[in-house]
């Protein structure tokens, strides 16, 4: 059973904003933290973005200041907002918990299981 639905994506013009929407099978308060991930195609997962249940976010660092990620309770529905979108963010976004909304830990922590992904492609 699929445990989280990843949507949103699709094609932009670099400098463009795309938001992505993450709707998990439970609830986010049972999860410590919820993040925002990215691979690329031949390159490995990498955790863009994590929020903790207190509203605390991380970023890595080339997402700082261009990203914003958010979390809605009551949808309990998690958002990526991305500004300033560079052609190196083109990747497939997934969206997980993890154990701790400060970057460092959160990936070492990834708790759930993956969904499919939303695609992000980001033109020059």
């Known amino acids: 059973q699929v445990q989280l639905v990843e949507s949103g994506g699709g094609l932009v013009q670099a400098g463009g904003s795309l938001r992505l929407s993450c709707v998990p099978s439970?609830?986010?308060?049972?999860?410590?933290?919820m993040a925002w991930y990215r691979q690329g195609p031949g390159k490995e997962r990498e955790l863009v973005a994590v929020?903790?249940?207190?509203?605390?976010?991380d970023y890595v660092d080339h997402a700082k200041g261009r990203f914003t990620i958010s979390r809605d309770n009551v949808k309990n529905t998690v958002y990526l907002q991305m500004n300033s979108l560079k052609p190196d963010d083109t990747a497939v976004y997934y969206c997980n918990s993890c154990g701790s909304s400060r970057y460092l830990f959160c990936s070492r922590t990834t708790l759930g299981s993956w969904g499919q992904g939303t695609q992000v492609t980001v033109s020059s």
């Open positions: 929020i903790g249940t207190s509203g605390s976010t």
């Open positions: 439970g609830s986010l308060f049972s999860r410590p933290a």
